[in-house]
């Protein structure tokens, strides 16, 4: 796959656009396919709102810093849209296809079923689905070996993770070149099970819902639990992973505190689930044993914290949080 190779993205909304930034940005030609027959003019329309909001975002990206505003016209002439009618005619010369129609099973199964057979044998596709697993998509595709699921989040320009889920037919040569695509433009690629929720989408879903109740519990008010998420949950998971937390405290912290709470709340959601208990069973308790969810034997664990206090003092000062000692 080339470098610069042409990416189509099925669909000119905004997962579309988003995706469109994003590569063009990296240097790469993009073309937005208009899934719907229109009428000229309602294609012009379409047309207008789509570059105008991708020229938007350029502008903005430059405005902090990311690109000089003498750029932006150079990386507008790699990005297109085109009409569903001439959608073969672009999709007989992409490198890789993305998807990104609504969330309706029958409207994307026909979508992709007609780029599958109007691009090159070789060539990947991936939806950009939230919700629908790959494998209730892949019977639609011409040769689904090269079918997957890659879920970006919003903003997809600036967010760098993308979660990459294969289906039972994805071959892993597809998912290694879509992982190495990904990584070439900046993105952060994590390959995933074929299963509801993918990673982020299922923990995020689990702590909305949570902030939600609080609220609806009087715990306290919405300004003061997104605070609480902004400058302690947040602040501190933009450093140490969920899981390397767990290992920095001790899967036996969590197990006690999980118990204490599913008794004083009288929810069962607050459980710790059995992997917790295996691991204390098992010694394996996280730094302090050397061995958690994650592995530290030979590490030089002194730096290793020293490294992440560092990043957390880092995030400190672009809070500006970040104060002087008071020595008098």
């Known amino acids: 796959m080339s470098a610069r190779g042409h990416i189509a993205c099925l669909g000119a909304g905004r997962m579309g656009r988003g995706i469109a930034v994003a590569f063009a940005y990296a240097g790469h030609p993009v073309t937005m396919i208009d899934i719907k027959p229109r009428t000229p003019e309602e294609f012009a329309r379409l047309e207008s709102d789509a570059l105008g909001e991708v020229r938007a975002t350029f502008a903005t990206l430059a405005r902090l810093g990311m690109l000089q505003a003498a750029d932006a016209d150079r990386l507008m002439s790699k990005v297109a849209v085109t009409p569903a009618s001439a959608s073969s005619d672009v999709l ?67 967010i760098p993770l993308v979660e990459i889920s294969p289906g039972k037919a994805t071959d892993p040569d597809v998912t290694a070149r879509l992982k190495a695509l990904l990584e070439g433009i900046g993105k952060v690629p994590v390959v995933c099970a074929a299963t509801p929720g ?70 069962d959601r607050y459980r710790a689930p059995d992997v917790i208990e295996r691991n204390m069973a098992e010694g394996r308790i996280g730094l302090r044993t050397g061995a958690g969810f994650l592995d530290y034997s030979g590490m030089d664990v002194a730096a290793y914290r020293e490294q992440r206090l560092g990043a957390l003092v880092e995030m400190l000062r672009h809070f500006k949080l970040a104060r002087p000692p008071v020595v008098d």
């Open 92 to 158: 007989g010369g992409t490198t890789l296809v993305f998807e990104g129609v609504p969330e309706i099973v029958d409207l994307k199964r026909e979508v992709l079923g007609a780029a599958s057979r109007a691009v090159a044998p070789e060539v990947i596709i991936a939806s950009t689905t939230s919700t629908i697993l790959v494998d209730d998509l892949s019977g639609a595709i011409e040769n689904p070996a090269r079918f997957l699921n890659a879920h970006w989040l919003n903003p997809a320009y600036l």
């Open 198 to 267: 993918f990673i982020v989408p299922r923990i995020q879903a689990l702590a909305m819902n949570e902030a939600a109740r609080m609220v609806g519990e009087g715990v306290a008010s919405a300004e003061e639990i997104d605070k609480a998420i902004r400058y302690g949950f947040g602040f501190r998971y933009a450093v140490l992973g969920l899981l390397e937390f767990i290992d920095w405290g001790g899967g036996d912290i969590l197990y006690y505190a999980s118990r204490y709470l599913e008794g004083a709340l009288h929810s």
